[in-house]
Nanobody, 129 residues
Framework: QAQLVESGGGSVQPGGSLRLSCAAS????????MGWFRQAPGKEREFVAA????????YYADSVKGRFAISRDNAKNTVYLQMNTLKPEDTAVYYC??????????????????????WGQGTQVTVSS
C-alpha cells in the first residue's frame, strides 16, 4: 500500500528554521514528481514547492521563494523541505504529495494540487514568538 509520511514539523520562533521530510513506502519515488502543500486554519490548501522526478527542476510559491528549498534523495525514497527565515504566516499543516509521470523534468504546481496521486497525513508547523 502506497504511503507518504511527513515528519519534522514543530514549533519555532520567527526567523527560525525547520526541515521537513517525506518518506515513501509502497511506491518508488523515482517515478514521481513531488510537491509540498500547506493548509492554514480556515484557509484553502495552497501550493508551496515542487520538484521533478530527477530533481533538476524546482518551483516555488512566491511567498516562500528564497526562504524554502525542496530537495529529494531517491535512493532514500525521501523528499525534503528546508524552511528558513520562518514567519508566523508560514504556520500551517504541511503535506507532501506524489504525482506519477513518465517525464523526468516535469513539475506540477496547481494551486491546490488536485493533479497529485498520493498525499501524506501532514505535519504541523507553528511559527510563533
Amino acid at each position: 500500500q502506497a504511503q507518504l509520511v511527513e515528519s519534522g514539523g514543530g514549533s519555532v520562533q520567527p526567523g527560525g528554521s525547520l526541515r521537513l521530510s517525506c518518506a515513501a513506502s509502497g511506491l518508488t519515488l523515482d517515478y514521481y514528481a513531488m510537491g509540498w502543500f500547506r493548509q492554514a486554519p480556515g484557509k484553502e490548501r495552497e501550493f508551496v514547492a515542487a520538484i521533478s522526478r530527477g530533481g533538476g527542476n524546482t518551483y516555488y510559491a512566491d511567498s516562500v521563494k528564497g526562504r524554502f528549498a525542496i530537495s529529494r534523495d531517491n535512493a532514500k525514497n525521501t523528499v525534503y523541505l528546508q524552511m528558513n527565515t520562518l514567519k508566523p504566516e508560514d504556520t500551517a499543516v504541511y503535506y507532501c504529495a506524489a504525482k506519477g509521470t513518465i517525464y523526468v523534468t516535469s513539475i506540477f504546481y496547481s494551486k491546490t494540487g488536485d493533479e497529485y496521486d498520493y498525499w501524506g497525513q501532514g505535519t504541523q508547523v507553528t511559527v510563533s514568538s
